[in-house]
């Protein structure tokens, strides 16, 4: 029986041995199969040297298009007088300008406003009636009609005109035209300038525009009258609007 219990100490201690080793050979093969620190070296890569030149081209193209805001102001004991008033006129100026060929998309209420008038007289504050201001914009795109518009209009009891515009509705092939040209003299200015200083000038690596429109100045205008003010027909001439674009090209130096 003692016999038997020495052989199994003996199995006992080679099984915790065995154990220990293989928690001891694991520890070790763990260490060897955690992922390797990997460290890149990056190194940044120098930009060219960039060469920039500017060049303009401008077009005078005419204007397709006029627009103008039409007014009155109207005074009143009350709001549903003045209002009454300021519609007889509103349909007198619409029926007209109808006739003249200005189409109803092209008239448009800006502005319609209410105010009351206080009388101050004597230290009382009174109601005094109210003033309606009423603002039509028109949009004129035969020019032919732009002057009898304007004294057609003021006929009807109109007495304000202001912000008489020229615009160019299409006008992208005049603005391919000035880009054409505003590169070209880029281009030619930076021959010039490469010949004349020595720079080698690379490749074209960017291009950036800029495009602005100048209207034509009004001329001359007789559109501010009262009532019963006579006055000479209106003479707006609508003149050339000036399209001007602005590249500027840059170049890789060698």
Do not use: C, H, W
């Not at 201690?13 to 890149?40: D, E, G, H, Q």
């Not at 030619?188 to 690379?202: F, M, Q, T, V, Y």
């Not at 100045?217 to 009262?226: E, F, N, S």
Request: charge should be neutral.
């Amino acid at each position: 029986m003692l016999e038997y219990l020495i052989q199994l100490f003996k199995v006992s201690l080679k099984i915790a041995a065995a154990a220990s080793l293989t928690f001891i050979f694991l520890s070790l093969l763990s260490n060897y199969l955690t992922p390797l620190k990997i460290s890149l070296n990056t190194k940044n890569v120098d930009q060219k040297n960039l060469f920039t030149v500017e060049g303009d081209g401008t077009v005078y193209v005419k204007p397709d298009l006029a627009s103008l805001n039409l007014g009155f102001t109207v005074q009143s004991p009350s709001v549903t007088g003045g209002q009454g008033r300021a519609n007889d006129i509103i349909n007198k100026v619409q029926a007209s300008l109808k006739s003249l060929g200005v189409s109803q998309a092209d008239i448009k209420t800006t502005a319609y406003n209410i105010y009351p008038n206080y009388d101050y007289s004597g230290g009382q504050s009174r109601l005094n009636g109210y003033t309606i201001n009423i603002s039509l914009g028109v949009k004129v795109r035969n020019f032919d009609l732009l002057n009898k518009v304007i004294d057609s209009a003021t006929s009807d009891g109109v007495n304000q005109v202001s912000g008489v515009t020229f615009e160019v509705e299409k006008k992208d092939e005049a603005e391919n035209e000035a880009l054409k040209l505003a590169i070209e003299a880029a281009k030619k200015k930076a021959a010039e300038i490469s010949s004349l200083s020595g720079i080698r000038l690379g490749s074209l690596v960017n291009v950036r525009q800029n495009v602005s429109t100048l209207p034509p100045p009004l001329y001359a205008m007789g559109a501010q009258r009262g009532s019963t003010e006579a006055a000479p027909a209106t003479q707006v001439e609508p003149g050339q609007n000036e399209i001007k674009v602005t590249v500027s090209l840059d170049y890789e130096t060698l």
